[in-house]
């Protein structure tokens, strides 16, 4: 209705949408697995961390290449929707790279008032946090990305409860 009185075609609400569910989910997944070494960090050498991370960075940066990004987008939705999708993104890379950026930097609030609801109920040790973080946003990600389930529902509390279960135990989770 609002974009209807604003004049806006369908066709770029549904690009927005769509741009916007991918970034979202690119930009979570990326954070969750930085934040996530950290809780095998303390097992491997320090020097992992670096390259792990830096692969993460680089895999994220080269899929929202435009010579990668459409063509991906393009096969995603042709299996979802069995059709061609004229997908005529008009944002540069730098643009995409800000918007996962600014995605990133939301669900890691999101992640950090999580991790003080945990810890008004139980303890937590501080230097948990941005494992915890990463599990909370991984968990979000894959409710995102569960095509099996109708609703996604129950996914994201699952994980949640899978992932949590180092920290105290699962009754609590």
Do not use: C
């Not at 949408?17 to 970034?23: N, P």
């Not at 697995?33 to 991370?53: A, H, R, S, V």
């Not at 010579?67 to 069995?82: C, E, G, N, Q, T």
């Amino acid at each position: 209705y609002l974009a209807r009185s604003k004049n806006i075609l369908k066709k770029n609400l549904y690009l927005s949408a769509a741009l916007d569910a991918i970034l979202h989910t690119v930009a979570g997944f990326a954070i969750s697995l930085l934040l996530i070494i950290f809780f095998f960090g303390y097992k491997t050498y320090f020097l992992n961390y670096y390259i792990i991370g830096s692969a993460i960075i680089a895999g994220v940066m080269v899929f929202i290449h435009p010579r990668v990004f459409r063509p991906a987008v393009k096969l995603i939705f042709s299996k979802i929707k069995k059709e061609q999708v004229d997908l005529d993104f008009n944002l540069s890379w730098f643009q995409k790279l800000k918007i996962i950026f600014y995605f990133s930097l939301a669900e890691f609030l999101f992640g950090f008032g999580f991790y003080f609801l945990i810890n008004s109920i139980i303890y937590l040790n501080p230097q948990n946090l941005l494992t915890i973080i990463g599990f909370y946003i991984l968990s979000g990600v894959l409710g995102l990305v569960a095509l099996f389930a109708p609703g996604r529902l129950g996914i994201r509390e699952g994980a949640l409860v899978l992932f949590l279960q180092p920290f105290f135990p699962l009754s609590i989770a």
